[in-house]
């Protein structure tokens, strides 16, 4: 095994650059000439504009414009995924305009850009913009917003419906629910979030008047769909434009959406000559970044009387927010439903998402995009079933798991799972965890005064995105090997771990190799990050691109040693004429080649090989995630005292990496699950605006957490690999969750929707007694 090649626990190369000052994200990016924009933004959640008046604004102090929707045309924000009413009919797609022109639709709407020589300045002035409006009723509830009698969102959404979608076998559930046994049924709420990546939101555009060519710098998870979108806003061809990605800090999904504030800075640059930045900050975040999450759920399981399950049935109702990003139709329903039957040998099921648009900031995909959701859903479902039907937890599952055998397994949603030990997971998370041990701790804990609980979840997770990638490998004059690649790092550790699956293929030295990114015009096309899909992606390109360049390497070799390509072998970095000493290594072999003044046929490009793959299915990691609670009824704290998690990412390329990614997500999952509350009131005002009110997970809010992995390989790729980086988020909610109910069950509690704040424990344990008394 290479010492830096796969498998092996390799510190991030990033690391260095980054924890000493000298990464450079967008708002280090500062070009001469450069003024600042500012945008203003509604504060009204639902209002008419009657008029804009931009006068005094432009007499300001160092304003050199203010573009009002009049300036930027159609200019709008596109959503990818059109979708199908379960009757048939198309769904409509209301505009999502870069400005409003008649009419905002949530506080944080955007009226108007302006511009001047400082930031302070810009932001004085938006002061200034006089915008007559007419405040109509709006609507921000959930569960409320079918039918309300208030105007409407979108007129073309009458009753505030997006859309109406179905997927299963409505009779063939119906049928399993009336033969069942037992039947279970939970309501239960999946809490909106803001996205809060360490690095808020930033552009900066530039235009080259000569070349009639716009540059912008901006963080993204991949900048491909936003040259697109800002092609066409500008009505420019696409080659005309290049996004240049810098370092990122945190992306979740929300940075895979296209804002209206790049256009509104291309727009600018354009219309003034000077590069345009404009930088959020972190309360305008609250207001305009893609929140995630934010449904409504109704899950009923239907049992035999041997406790196996015979159908599922989910009904949601999915907050849209005020207007669509690039996916939001697709996360509550395509995306979800990939794992909603969890990992369980579900003979049918009926899933129906209605959603909804509301008064709010508009949610899309953020880490795990669906999937937690769904996880969640089937996790608490069967613990609650355990309950009910008065079994062992862990029995229903190992009874209800689809078997190492029945591999690969169509699920009755559809989907095909490849591979994994569902069984042999969890007995290892529970033997970690001491499962057994565990009464002893809730007798000790009793004894002051707290209730404790213990909780898992099994979860399982379904990569994504676009199954199309690109790699290209380059060898440089300067003795160094770049690795042009289709996705973007948003922190993930890519410069580190594509390095190590290049060195185990080509057996270059590790420090040699260089990561490019971020450049739509250096990289024709990419599929970016999000889904968990780089490594197998990103990571299968690049392992193709390597084989064409040992193959071109042989034709080399071939004509050094003027002997036949059959004869030429590769191994460990070097070409060597079989049966010989004679072997020349790679690095000397592709500079040789790029120095010959008569190259060999298709040897042009020296060594350099791309490669572009496409993959047959994605991959399915899984795990199981075991947390342990104290709750001190007086006040209704909940602690996690212990969690564990054993993870099967088929083959690990490297376990820090891994282990990094898990933690993080986990920490996600456990701030959804007990500390983050996104709180509207009737008016639409976002309350929870700021980190005085939204609470985020801190260090001491946690434990050390116990991570493992068991290996069973990807059949889907030829790395072996499974996605991890949105696993940890995509477990820990339930188990969580599934631990508090259980810490309170002695007290007659069955279900605590998340997030579970001191208040709501305290009021449920206080209620709890009061009826036993």
Not at 75 to 89: E, K, M, Q, Y
Not at 328 to 337: E, H
Not at 378 to 392: K, N, P, S, T
Request: glycine share 10%; net charge negative.
């Amino acid at each position: 095994m290479a010492k830096f090649g796969i498998g092996q626990p390799v510190r991030r190369v990033e690391d260095q650059r980054l924890v000493t000052g000298r990464g450079r994200f967008t708002d280090d990016v500062n070009l001469p000439g450069q003024v600042y924009g500012f945008v203003v933004r509604s504060p009204h959640a639902h209002a008419r504009i009657r008029r804009i008046d931009t006068s005094k604004a432009m007499a300001a102090p160092g304003v050199l414009a203010v573009l009002t929707a009049a300036d930027v045309g159609g200019a709008s924000i596109p959503c990818f995924v059109p979708i199908t009413n379960r009757d048939g009919s198309k769904a409509p797609m209301p505009a999502h305009p870069i400005l409003c022109r008649d009419k905002v639709r949530y506080v944080g709407d955007k009226v108007a850009f302006v511009v001047a020589e400082t930031r302070a300045q810009a932001r004085d002035a938006a002061e200034l913009v006089e915008v007559d409006y007419e405040p109509l009723e709006g609507v921000v509830d959930t569960a409320a917003a079918l039918g309300a009698r208030v105007p409407p969102v979108h007129e073309e959404c009458p009753g505030n419906l997006a859309f109406d979608w179905h997927f299963g076998d409505e009779r063939a559930v119906a049928a399993a629910f009336a033969k069942a046994a037992r039947r279970v049924r939970l309501e239960l709420v999946n809490n909106r979030l803001v996205c809060n990546p360490m690095e808020p939101r930033a552009a900066v555009a530039e235009w080259d008047a000569g070349a009639g060519k716009l540059t912008v710098h901006t963080c993204t998870q991949g900048g491909w769909a936003f040259r697109d979108v800002l092609a066409q806003n500008l009505g420019l061809a696409k080659e005309k434009v290049r996004v240049l990605t810098p370092d990122v800090g945190g992306g979740f999904g929300m940075k895979a959406m296209f804002y209206g504030e790049y256009t509104l800075c291309a727009f600018a640059a354009r219309k003034l000559g000077r590069p345009v930045k404009w930088t959020s900050e972190r309360g305008e975040a609250f207001l305009s970044d893609s929140q995630g999450r934010d449904h409504v759920t109704v899950a009923e399981l239907a049992f035999d009387a041997d406790h196996r399950i015979l159908g599922l049935k989910v009904d949601v109702v999915a907050n849209m927010g005020a207007y669509y990003y690039f996916f939001a139709p697709f996360i509550p329903t395509g995306a979800a439903l990939k794992v909603l039957p969890g990992v369980y040998d579900v003979k049918c099921l009926s899933y129906g998402v209605k959603a909804v648009f509301t008064n709010t900031v508009p949610v899309d995909a953020y880490r795990g995009a669906g999937r937690p959701e769904s996880i969640y859903c089937i996790e608490r479902l069967m613990d609650l079933a355990a309950a009910e039907l008065g079994v062992d937890r862990l029995e229903l599952r190992r009874k209800n798991f689809i078997r190492p055998e029945q591999m690969p397994f169509k699920t009755a949603a559809g989907e095909i799972y490849d591979s994994g030990d569902f069984e042999r997971v969890m007995n290892a998370a529970v033997a970690r965890a001491d499962w057994q041990g565990f009464p002893t701790r809730r007798a000790e804990a009793a004894r002051r005064g707290k209730l404790r609980g213990i909780g898992l979840c099994y979860y399982i997770e379904s990569t994504m995105g676009n199954p199309v990638e690109h790699a290209t490998v380059r060898f440089t004059a300067d003795g160094a090997v770049e690795v042009l690649v289709g996705t973007q790092s948003n922190g993930q550790g890519h410069e580190t771990a594509y390095a190590q699956v290049l060195v185990e293929r080509l057996g270059v030295p590790f420090e040699k190799v260089r990561i490019v990114q971020g450049d739509t015009d250096a990289i024709a096309d990419g599929g970016g990050t999000g889904g968990s899909r780089s490594l197998t992606a990103e990571g299968v390109a690049i392992l193709e691109a390597s084989d064409r360049v040992i193959e071109k390497g042989k034709v080399a070799a071939a004509h050094v040693f003027e002997t036949a390509v059959a004869d030429i072998t590769f191994e460990g970095g070097t070409f060597r004429v079989a049966g010989t000493d004679r072997a020349i290594g790679i690095l000397e072999l592709a500079e040789r080649v790029r120095v010959m003044a008569s190259k060999p046929p298709g040897l042009e490009e020296g060594l350099d090989a791309s490669a572009s793959i496409e993959l047959d299915a994605w991959t399915f990691p899984n795990g199981c995630h075991v947390a342990e609670v104290e709750v001190d009824p007086e006040t209704g704290v909940t602690r996690i005292v212990r969690y564990t998690v054993v993870d099967d990412f088929g083959v690990v390329v490297n376990p820090l990496l891994v282990e990094g990614q898990v933690h993080g997500g986990v920490v996600q999952g456990i701030g959804q699950a007990l500390l983050e509350h996104t709180v509207y009131d009737r008016s639409g005002q976002l309350l929870t605006g700021s980190f005085m009110d939204y609470c985020m997970p801190r260090a001491d809010d946690l434990p050390s957490f116990d991570f493992s992995t068991v290996e069973v390989r990807c059949r889907n790729n030829p790395l072996g690999v499974k996605g991890c980086g949105e696993a940890g988020s995509v477990g820990s909610c339930a188990a969580v969750i599934n631990a508090l109910v259980d810490a309170l069950s002695p007290l007659g509690v069955r279900h605590v929707d998340m997030p579970a704040l001191p208040e709501k424990v305290w009021r449920l344990a206080q209620g709890a007694r009061r009826a036993a008394a």
